[in-house]
T-cell receptor
């Protein structure tokens, strides 16, 4: 069982370059999320999706774009990378909450470590 | 503003000893509280999820408690092992959060020494 798979695992970019991070899940989950994790801070939500073809902004969306063309994939794009975007990026997925019940766990990938010089 | 605060930031314990991690939150309206374990270089893995009506939940040597009145939770690790060295993250869900979004604490880094 692969669960949530993120590619690439590591990447170094120069300021101004663009790239796309890929997240794939094989659990047939409706909801998918992109987070960034910085030293000393909790995970912060960048964008999320509640189903194929839908996306929404999270807490820190500026400088990022996302797409959910297929249910199993969630892509995170950096159009013009900046040093402030150096971080570890995590993708997560979860099932759709039942009415009044929100205790579905989020399943995380192992992250993409991105350095921007 | 919804917030989750954890203490201590880090701690060192000897193998075989017990320890307790603390979490205070201001998330409202409350839905559930989760504890995740994050090994170095890996993604977080769910340990427990507790709803409003649950006071305690165990997962092996991990026991989480919840006091919804004081908005506090603790995670107790019994008879620690070297493999318990990790960051432990307290996470709270709000009933009103669109997309079932979560609020994460900054984590407690635990180092178990032989």
């Amino acid at each position: 069982n692969a669960g949530v798979t993120q590619t690439p695992k590591f990447r170094v970019l120069k300021t101004g370059q663009s790239m796309t991070l890929l997240c794939a899940q094989d659990m047939n989950h409706e909801y998918m999320y992109w987070y960034r994790q910085d030293p000393g801070m909790g995970l912060r939500l960048i964008h999320y999706s509640v189903g194929e073809g839908t996306t929404a902004k999270g807490e820190v969306p500026d400088g990022y774009n996302v797409s959910r063309l297929k249910k199993q994939n969630f892509l995170l794009g950096l159009e013009s990378a900046a040093p402030s975007q150096t971080s570890v990026y995590f993708c997560a997925s979860s099932g759709r909450p039942a009415e009044g019940v929100r205790n579905q766990p989020q399943h995380f990938g192992d992250g993409t470590r991105l350095s921007i010089l | 503003k919804n917030q989750v605060e954890q203490s201590p930031q880090s701690l060192i314990i000897l193998e075989g000893k017990n320890c307790t991690l603390q979490c205070n939150y201001t998330v409202s309206p409350f839905s559930n509280l989760r504890w995740y374990k994050q090994d170095t270089g890996r993604g977080p893995v769910s340990l427990t999820i507790m709803t409003f009506s649950e006071n305690t939940k165990s997962n092996g040597r991990y026991t989480a408690t919840l006091d919804a009145d004081t908005k506090q939770s603790s995670l107790h690790i019994t008879a620690s092992q070297l493999s318990d060295s990790a960051s432990y993250i307290c996470v709270v869900s709000s009933l009103k959060a669109a997309g079932n979004k979560l609020t994460f604490g900054g984590g407690t880094r635990v180092l178990v020494k032989p």
